[in-house]
């Protein structure tokens, strides 16, 4: 009796382990493994913006063409070898889509999407890491106190010489 209801109980755990991964968007990692490259959804798994979602494509195609682009772009670089092998890296560079660039990333608040003050070790722009710090939610991050720290100050006398 006990064996049949921990069956039944894990039949439906599982089956609800599976509607619920289900619902999981392919941003999760199922998208190629980004790993840490890949910004967090915020709410309702929508994007805070949609340059957000330009900025997640850009950094997909970075991830995936990105060395490539750049073995291409050192021969293409590389002033030693023949002007045809040259010729042809710059022809296979300018074939590849623009976005998979380096320099077309710019480094954006994973929480709103703002593109000045990052912070670059959080990755949040300067206004939520504030909240965020206030809060005591950033690891390793302590309010600056300088001034009156709760001992009374002691006011020295100016002697004044004539």
């Known amino acids: 009796m006990a064996a049949t209801a921990c069956v039944s109980l894990l039949r439906a755990g599982k089956s609800l382990l599976a509607s619920s991964l289900a619902v999981i968007p392919k941003s999760c990692g199922q998208c190629g493994g980004l790993g840490s490259v890949m910004a967090q959804q915020v709410r309702y798994r929508t994007w ?3 340059i957000m979602v330009r900025d997640l494509k850009r950094r997909r195609l970075v991830k995936q063409m990105g ?3 750049l073995r291409i772009n050192s021969l293409r670089k590389n ?6 092998l040259q ?3 710059d022809k296979q560079i300018s074939d590849m889509p623009k976005d998979s660039s380096m320099v077309r990333l710019h480094p954006r608040c ?4 703002r593109p000045r003050g990052v912070l670059l070790r959080w990755r949040l722009s300067r206004i939520t890491w504030r909240m965020e ?5 950033l690891s390793g991050v302590t309010r600056a106190c300088w001034g009156f720290t709760g001992y ?5 006398k100016m002697r004044i010489k004539w």
Not at 79 to 84: A, R
Request: net charge positive.
């Open 110 to 113: 994973v929480v709103t999407s």
């Open 48 to 50: 805070p913006c949609h």
């Open 67 to 69: 060395p490539e682009r």
């Open 152 to 156: 009374p100050r002691k006011i020295k």
């Open 133 to 137: 710090a206030d809060y005591n939610l």
């Open 87 to 89: 010729e042809l890296a």
């Open 79 to 84: 002033s030693i070898i023949p002007k045809e």
